[in-house]
């Protein structure tokens, strides 16, 4: 079956434009290849823009390299934001979207292809066989192929940013063996692992990582917002210089793996830098696709804008800041249930210094990890009351703690929203509010709404009783979906503006 291709050649020659013109806010949603070059691009590559005949456009980077172009060494197509389209139409554009945001996840990337494929079809409730036919409709490539190219990408960013030994890269890249890995690498990118090397390491022995994002992202907001969410011990920020850092557990298929990580923002150029201790340099996939979570590095910021601008003027570049670890964030969750965020924030202080293992890291602000869910689940009663933390939140985060120490729940951003949900408001001292909220920044769903969040409630200008305020809420919001995660964000932020109504004309008057 060909490829569905419903582009015109208008749409080509928009994408032209925003080819010469260096458009950053098209920056993920689309390659170029040049034909007379071999070479594919991102839109806001920095050399001179090729003559239009040359040109082929794609939708997606494993449609460019199956047409037999190469990633440019120069704009480097694995550092730009991935696609985050939403459908409400489609049923298939929707399977091939939830499919390809699995395979961003590196914890897909590992095993045997077909194995990996089953799974993947497995987890979406269809056949591998309709996997491939609806992939080969609507991008004309299969879900393997898009592994690969995930995969491959990947190697290409560890070896370019990172010393990483060839072996550690082919593996942390979901490669089983390191022969298959380089006869791949030299097959598709026609180079050796070697000469991709340049040199990657900064003066503190971390290793730094280019992320890019789609503009506008308003980085003082979200630093802002992380700020006074700050544990100390766990995490830090330096408001004036853009630059945030903390310690991390990251649980990946080759193990678990411990250490610190570091962001510095470039808002001019669109990208911020990833850097990394050596202890999270073997999960590096794993914590740049969590980091691009907590960022919300691949919002598009204008199809949002598109339907909350309205109502909320001026919030184009706000973000909705994510999760770097579900379960630390559920837990925090539960804490700030009828509290300020600062109170929250000394609660989950207490609550990692009691039970945080310690972690030796070059800054002493850095020096604790946040507590495991097996270490929350065989805390006592007494020990948790110690810490001011009452008795209903209490049985909150243990149920939490066993449910994800035990497998039960899934905390991460690939779990079924319904299922989670349900599970969270079927343990005690859980509430739709703190599902929502989970849902919203662990579970990446951007149209998660609490509606019954008092601060919402305030600056949408809602009055009655809170059931009353609640279902208005709701009403009132069906207008933003499936955006309605940023339309929280932008409310919080005090942007709301009410849009009049227009009063139909009486009959005989003029219009």
Same mark, same amino acid.
């Given at each position: 079956?060909?490829?569905?291709?419903?582009?015109?050649?208008?749409?080509?020659?928009?994408?032209?434009?925003?080819?010469?013109?260096?458009?950053?806010?098209?920056?993920?949603?689309?390659?170029?290849?040049?034909?007379?070059?071999?070479?594919?691009?991102?839109?806001?590559?920095?050399?001179?823009?090729?003559?239009?005949?040359?040109?082929?456009?794609?939708?997606?980077?494993?449609?460019?390299?199956?047409?037999?172009?190469?990633?440019?060494?120069?704009?480097?197509?694995?550092?730009?934001?991935?696609?985050?389209?939403?459908?409400?139409?489609?049923?298939?554009?929707?399977?091939?979207?939830?499919?390809?945001?699995?395979l961003d996840d590196p914890a897909q990337?590992?095993?045997?292809?077909?194995?990996?494929?089953?799974?993947?079809?497995?987890?979406?409730?269809?056949?591998?066989?309709?996997?491939?036919?609806?992939?080969?409709?609507?991008?004309?490539?299969?879900?393997?192929?898009?592994?690969?190219?995930?995969?491959?990408?990947?190697?290409?960013?560890?070896?370019?940013?990172?010393?990483?030994?060839?072996?550690?890269?082919?593996?942390?890249?979901?490669?089983?063996?390191?022969?298959?890995?380089?006869?791949?690498?030299?097959?598709?990118?026609?180079?050796?692992?070697?000469?991709?090397?340049?040199?990657?390491?900064?003066?503190?022995?971390?290793?730094?990582?280019?992320?890019?994002?789609?503009?506008?992202?308003?980085?003082?907001?979200?630093?802002?917002?992380?700020?006074?969410?700050?544990?100390?011990?766990?995490?830090?920020?330096?408001?004036?210089?853009? +630059?945030?850092?903390?310690?991390?557990?990251?649980?990946?298929?080759?193990?678990?793996?411990?250490?610190?990580?570091?962001?510095?923002?470039?808002?001019?150029?669109?990208?911020?830098?990833?850097?990394?201790?050596?202890?999270?340099?073997?999960?590096?996939?794993?914590?740049?696709?969590?980091?691009?979570?907590?960022?919300?590095?691949?919002?598009?910021?204008?199809?949002?804008?598109?339907?909350?601008?309205?109502?909320?003027?001026?919030?184009?570049?706000?973000?909705?800041?994510?999760?770097?670890?579900?379960?630390?964030?559920?837990?925090?969750?539960?804490?700030?249930?009828?509290?300020?965020?600062?109170?929250?924030?000394?609660?989950?202080?207490?609550?990692?210094?009691?039970?945080?293992?310690?972690?030796?890291?070059?800054?002493?602000?850095?020096? +604790?990890?946040?507590?495991?869910?097996?270490?929350?689940?065989?805390?006592?009663?007494?020990?948790?009351?110690?810490?001011?933390?009452?008795?209903?939140?209490?049985?909150?985060?243990?149920?939490?703690?066993?449910?994800?120490?035990?497998?039960?729940?899934?905390?991460?951003?690939?779990?079924?929203?319904?299922?989670?949900?349900?599970?969270?408001?079927?343990?005690?001292?859980?509430?739709?509010?703190?599902?929502?909220?989970?849902?919203?920044?662990?579970?990446?769903?951007?149209?998660?709404?609490?509606?019954?969040?008092?601060a919402l409630h305030h600056t949408l200008?809602?009055?009655?009783?809170?059931?009353?305020?609640?279902?208005?809420?709701?009403?009132?919001?069906?207008?933003?979906?499936?955006?309605?995660?940023?339309?929280?964000?932008?409310?919080?932020?005090?942007?709301?503006?009410?849009?009049?109504?227009?009063?139909?004309?009486?009959?005989?008057?003029?219009?």
């Amino acid at each position: 079956m060909p490829p569905m291709d419903t582009r015109t050649p208008t749409d080509d020659d928009a994408r032209y434009l925003a080819l010469c013109a260096r458009d950053a806010r098209f920056d993920g949603r689309f390659f170029t290849g040049v034909t007379s070059t071999g070479i594919y691009c991102r839109p806001v590559c920095a050399v001179r823009a090729p003559r239009r005949a040359n040109c082929r456009f794609f939708d997606h980077a494993a449609q460019a390299e199956r047409a037999g172009f190469r990633p440019c060494l120069r704009c480097r197509p694995e550092l730009a934001p991935l696609s985050r389209a939403w459908s409400t139409q489609d049923a298939g554009e929707l399977l091939v979207q939830h499919a390809t945001r699995l395979l961003d996840d590196p914890a897909q990337w590992v095993g045997e292809d077909g194995p990996a494929m089953q799974r993947l079809a497995a987890k979406l409730g269809v056949s591998d066989r309709h996997l491939r036919r609806v992939f080969e409709a609507h991008l004309g490539v299969s879900p393997l192929q898009v592994l690969h190219t995930r995969r491959l990408l990947a190697a290409k960013q560890l070896l370019t940013d990172t010393r990483l030994s060839v072996g550690a890269v082919a593996a942390a890249s979901g490669f089983s063996s390191l022969r298959r890995f380089n006869a791949a690498l030299l097959e598709r990118y026609g180079l050796s692992p070697t000469a991709m090397r340049r040199r990657g390491v900064d003066a503190s022995g971390s290793h730094a990582v280019a992320l890019g994002w789609r503009p506008p992202l308003d980085v003082p907001a979200l630093l802002a917002f992380l700020d006074a969410r700050r544990l100390p011990g766990v995490d830090a920020i330096d408001l004036d210089q853009q +630059r945030y850092w903390r310690t991390l557990r990251l649980h990946t298929p080759s193990g678990t793996h411990t250490g610190w990580f570091g962001l510095r923002f470039e808002p001019e150029r669109h990208r911020v830098w990833l850097h990394a201790s050596d202890g999270l340099l073997p999960a590096l996939p794993t914590l740049i696709w969590r980091v691009r979570a907590l960022c919300d590095l691949d919002a598009d910021p204008h199809a949002i804008d598109a339907v909350l601008g309205a109502h909320f003027p001026g919030g184009t570049a706000l973000r909705v800041p994510g999760a770097i670890d579900g379960f630390e964030l559920a837990v925090r969750a539960v804490l700030g249930q009828q509290v300020t965020v600062a109170a929250a924030r000394t609660l989950a202080g207490r609550l990692v210094a009691r039970f945080g293992e310690p972690l030796e890291t070059p800054d002493p602000a850095l020096n +604790r990890l946040f507590p495991t869910p097996q270490a929350l689940a065989g805390a006592s009663a007494d020990e948790l009351g110690s810490l001011g933390i009452v008795r209903q939140r209490q049985g909150a985060i243990q149920a939490l703690a066993r449910g994800v120490a035990e497998g039960t729940l899934d905390l991460g951003p690939h779990a079924d929203l319904a299922t989670t949900t349900a599970a969270l408001t079927a343990l005690p001292g859980i509430g739709p509010w703190t599902a929502q909220y989970i849902a919203m920044r662990a579970l990446r769903w951007p149209d998660a709404w609490p509606a019954a969040d008092v601060a919402l409630h305030h600056t949408l200008g809602l009055s009655g009783t809170p059931r009353e305020r609640e279902r208005a809420c709701e009403a009132l919001a069906r207008a933003w979906q499936p955006w309605r995660s940023y339309a929280v964000l932008r409310a919080w932020a005090g942007l709301y503006r009410p849009v009049p109504v227009p009063t139909p004309a009486l009959e005989g008057s003029p219009s």
